[in-house]
């Protein structure tokens, strides 16, 4: 069979890409508007966002209690959704440590959480939590979406 109204693969790779941009856009937005009725609303009920429970006092500017927390962030890939686990320590609104986990369905994923992991801590230790805005870390872009989530979800539940 001939076809004669083929659209070029690099085109419909191009549209396909554009879209998942347009759902993560969307996404965020929605989030945000809906505050903790977004996507990472299970995210916040689960074990893993509880604070430490050593975790006392009120950061030095009152925005943020100082402790430990975790929450969960997911993101689409053209192929899977993914998840990651980020628990990071505020103390003063500064992230003083921050420890990604990842649970990669695909391999090319794991690759990317890989590299993910490996330079985020570069990109936020010592910044304020307010300022943290990920986009892309050693390559991998796409993971910085659940990343960013996440870090809302930890706003939120550390917000004095």
Do not use: H, W
């Not at 074990?47 to 006392?56: C, E, Q, V």
């Not at 010592?126 to 993971?143: K, N």
């Amino acid at each position: 069979m001939i076809r004669t109204a083929v659209v070029p693969r690099p085109v419909r790779i191009g549209v396909a890409a554009l879209g998942v941009a347009g759902a993560f856009a969307l996404a965020g937005c929605t989030a945000a508007d809906a505050g903790r009725g977004g996507i990472d609303t299970d995210s916040d009920t689960g074990p893993s966002a509880a604070s430490d429970a050593g975790a006392t006092g009120s950061s030095g500017d009152g925005s943020y209690t100082d402790g430990t927390y975790t929450a969960e962030g997911s993101y689409a890939t053209p192929e899977s959704v993914e998840m990651i686990i980020v628990t990071v320590t505020l103390e003063g609104d500064e992230i003083t440590d921050v420890e990604v986990t990842g649970d990669p369905q695909k391999s090319e994923s794991a690759q990317y959480q890989g590299q993910f992991i490996g330079g985020v801590a570069d990109e936020v230790v010592g910044q304020d939590i307010d300022e943290i805005a990920v986009s892309r870390v050693a390559g991998s872009s796409l993971t910085s979406g659940g990343f960013n989530q996440a870090i809302e979800a930890i706003k939120s539940e550390a917000a004095a």
